[in-house]
């Protein structure tokens, strides 16, 4: 079926149609108004015929279909924004988003624990000497605040403290393909570092066992371990507890890190999670994260 020309073809064509009718009658004579009215008609429809070839199948029109820039199909969907120094910050939980007892620090920055320190037995991989690495990669990242590697961009970190648990938050931006990595070798450690040893400066050993953990669906992707640490503090057996959690929203993430010696903090991790996920999307979007958010029981 032939294309029907557009609307501002029409009149191109008309208007040529136009003028040729006037050429002609001002040169033709009362004799010849009939043959010139013939003509000219002639000549209309050929002008008409040749704009119309003349017009580009994929020229922009006033139909939907034929514009990319109105077309809602043709319209890039909205994407983050990248992450300033001030949104990193901005992003970051307060003592608001979580619900207990609690209380925000000033030097989670320096927060390390020592049951973390460890060089991991490499004779516990006797079929797999790499998942030793991914082992040792996860205690050290675990101790260093820095699971998902090093940020490429603007970073921030709080912390809350709650009888002997923490909470530790890291907001930053990374690059893409790097924290892509990063959560599929989070997926892995399940499966490489279910169970191992790792013993410290003094000899002394500890167990290191490494579930899955729970996560709530929010941000782009996400991954959880839970881990538990059994060694000794101060002389005393002891048990260190961690969840885990890291987000992506576009080219940032959050991590959130909760436990300790008191068990197991899962609940709030969570809560954590959820809140600081909001709180990330809503700066990425340009706006300012609640002072009081509405969303907790």
Known sequence: MSRRPSHPVRLMASALAAGALLTTAACSDDGGGSRAASDTAAQARAAEQNAAKQTPSGSPTDSPTGSPTNSPTGSPSASPSTLTESGAKAALLTEADLEGEWNQVQDADKWRDRLLVGEVDVSDFLTAKTDAADCQRLLDGLYRDNLLGEPSGPSALTGFEQGDSRLLEQVAAYDRAG???????????????????????????????????????????????????????????????????????????????????????????????????????????????????????
């Open 179 to 297: 924290l892509d990595d990063s959560l599929k070798w989070m997926d892995s450690l399940p499966q490489k570092c279910d169970q191992f040893t790792a013993t410290d400066e003094a000899g002394e050993k500890r167990t290191v066992q490494v579930t899955e953990a729970s996560v709530p669906e929010v941000g782009d992707a996400r991954e959880g371990l839970h881990v538990t640490v059994q060694g000794t503090a101060a002389d005393n057996p002891a048990t260190l507890t961690l969840d885990v959690v890291a987000v992506r929203v576009g080219t940032s993430a959050l991590t959130v890190t909760g436990g300790g010696l008191d068990g197991d903090e899962a609940a709030s991790v969570e809560q954590a999670v959820r809140q600081g996920t909001e709180r990330l999307k809503t700066v990425l979007d340009g706006g300012t994260p609640s002072p009081q958010p509405t969303n907790l029981d």
